[in-house]
Nanobody, 125 residues
Framework: QVQLVESGGGLVQAGGSLRLSCAAS????????MSWFRQASGNEREFVSG????????SYADSVKGRFTISRDSAKNTVYLQMDSLKPEDTAVYYC??????????????????WGQGTQVTVSS
């Protein structure tokens, strides 16, 4: 059974940084596609960034390009999201998601099979 556990959220001032972690367990993740989504109160869940576990190729939402960096550590079975230059509009619950093969549309949340419980990120102005 695949399990995803996020950590690293918290309260930070605008312009600050946080690093989120997603610890994956339950199987080997070769070939998997891993993504971060976020959901602000009253809003739909939106794609933030994704990474191919095998190739390391990445994708970002326009709203976070140049500020966020996704990476993975295969030895630790962990995916990271480094968030720099944070803005109040980045405030949301951040979720880690996984799928056995790359989704046809990586930005669609309903394409993913496994989800973590989420971690809250709050950016104060």
């Amino acid at each position: 059974q695949v399990q995803l556990v996020e950590s690293g959220g918290g309260l930070v001032q605008a312009g600050g940084s946080l690093r989120l972690s997603c610890a994956a367990s339950g199987r080997t993740f070769s070939g998997y596609y891993m993504s971060w989504f976020r959901q602000a109160s009253g809003n739909e869940r939106e794609f933030v960034s994704g990474i191919s576990w095998t190739s390391g190729s990445t994708s970002y939402a326009d709203s976070v390009k140049g500020r966020f960096t996704i990476s993975r550590d295969s030895a630790k079975n962990t995916v990271y999201l480094q968030m720099d230059s944070l803005k109040p509009e980045d405030t949301a619950v951040y979720y880690c998601a996984a799928r056995g093969v790359a989704p046809l549309v990586i930005s669609m949340w309903n394409q993913y099979t496994y989800w973590g419980q989420g971690t809250q990120v709050t950016v104060s102005s």
